[in-house]
Structure formats: C-alpha cells, structure tokens
C-alpha cells in the first residue's frame, strides 16, 4: 500500500471515530435533559427536613481554635 493511501484510510477512520463519539455525547445531553425535565415534572421536590445545629461551649471553641492555630503554625514552618 502508498502511503497516500494508508493516510487517506487512517484519516477516514479517525473521522468516521470521531463523528461516532460526537454524535453519542449529542444524544447523552439530550437523553439526559430530558430525563431531568420529566423527574422534575413528575416527581414533586421534597422539602429538607430541618437539621438542629449544634453548638460547642465556648471552652471548646477556644480550645479548637488554640489547635488549628498551632497546626498552622507548624505547618508553615515546615516548609
């Protein structure tokens, strides 16, 4: 085989490769989005049931704050 011709094939094919990943990812959005348009439809949102925080004592937030100080420090003399 030429050359030209093994280039004419390899470019052919790299098309032909490409051309098949493109039109895929094209159909996945649109599949996708579709998908997401009739769940949103259909399927009501829930409300996020609600999450007490809670709270330290002010001890340990002192404490917690004495700690992630001296982690940075020493972390930056590290380096």
């Given at each position: ?30 599949v ?10 259909y399927?009501?949102?829930q ?33």
């Amino acid at each position: 085989m030429e050359s030209g011709q093994l280039l004419s094939d390899a470019f052919t094919l790299m098309v032909l490769g490409m051309g098949t990943v493109y039109v895929f990812l094209t159909l996945l959005v649109f599949v996708t989005s579709t998908m997401s348009a009739l769940v949103d439809k259909y399927v009501p949102a829930q409300p996020a049931a609600f999450q007490p925080s809670t709270v330290s004592a002010p001890s340990e937030d002192k404490t917690l704050l004495a700690v992630i100080t001296a982690a940075i420090h020493a972390h930056r003399t590290r380096q």
